[in-house]
């Protein structure tokens, strides 16, 4: 059974992240889920905010640090 033109562009737009991640572990063969350690360096001043910040709201550094990445991009 062949999908009509319609059809095909629906599925194609809800699934497009789905499909990428696929076509990207068919490359790579690496998930894009998950999480991974990145060693990074920060100012003295930053590290201490991130720890206040991290106190004060409950959360770990990592999860300040991504959340605050996501509102950049």
Known sequence: MQLN????????KKGKYVFE???NYD???EWPIGRARLD?????RIIQK???ASV?????L?????EAV????
Request: hydrophobic share 35%.
């Open 50 to 52: 991130l720890k206040k």
């Open 70 to 73: 996501n509102k950049s991009i």
């Open 62 to 66: 990592s999860r300040i640090i991504e």
């Open 27 to 29: 490359r790579t063969r």
């Open 21 to 23: 991640m696929l076509a």
């Open 5 to 12: 033109n319609k059809l095909h562009n629906k599925i194609m």
């Open 56 to 60: 004060k709201s409950g959360k770990p």
């Open 40 to 44: 990074i360096t920060l100012s003295k």
